[in-house]
């Protein structure tokens, strides 16, 4: 989708701190960053929002969790641990309309999140 913000990142048209990537998965640091570490992880297909996935889609959420497994423990989050975070609409605080897992890390975490 060419007015999609993540779209365009993955096309490379939009410049982007990127720490992963492959054929599928693409993942940058997140512009307003929450934590020490936050990483953003999209899929390079667009798909709005969780609530528009498909069961066919089953693998390529299977590979954004891989591939935030694999971030993490890039930027040494994994053992003190990390929180990993999907927004959905407005309720969920959802603002970039291209399903994306956030990796938050590098300090502790509170919960309930606001
Ligand atoms: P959400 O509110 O869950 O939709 O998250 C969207 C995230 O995208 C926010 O944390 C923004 O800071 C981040 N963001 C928006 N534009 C960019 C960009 N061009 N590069 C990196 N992160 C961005």
Redesign the pocket.
């Known amino acids: 989708m060419t007015d999609c913000?993540f779209c365009r990142?993955a096309a490379g048209e939009?410049p982007?701190n990127i720490v992963y990537q492959d054929e599928d998965v693409l993942a940058?640091?997140?512009?307003?960053p929450?934590a020490p570490v936050h990483v953003?992880i999209i899929p390079r297909r667009h798909i709005a929002t969780l609530n528009d996935v498909a069961p066919e889609d089953v693998q390529l959420l299977g590979r954004l969790l891989l591939a935030a497994k694999m971030v993490a423990e890039q930027e040494g989050l994994a053992e003190a641990g990390y929180r990993t975070v999907i927004?959905c609409n407005a309720d969920g605080?959802?603002?970039?309309f291209h399903v994306?897992v956030?990796l938050l890390g590098g300090r502790s975490m509170n919960w309930p999140p606001g």
């Not at 940058?28 to 307003?32: G, V």
């Open positions: 913000i990142i939009i982007a940058f640091r997140d512009l307003n929450q953003l927004n605080g959802q603002t970039v994306h956030h």
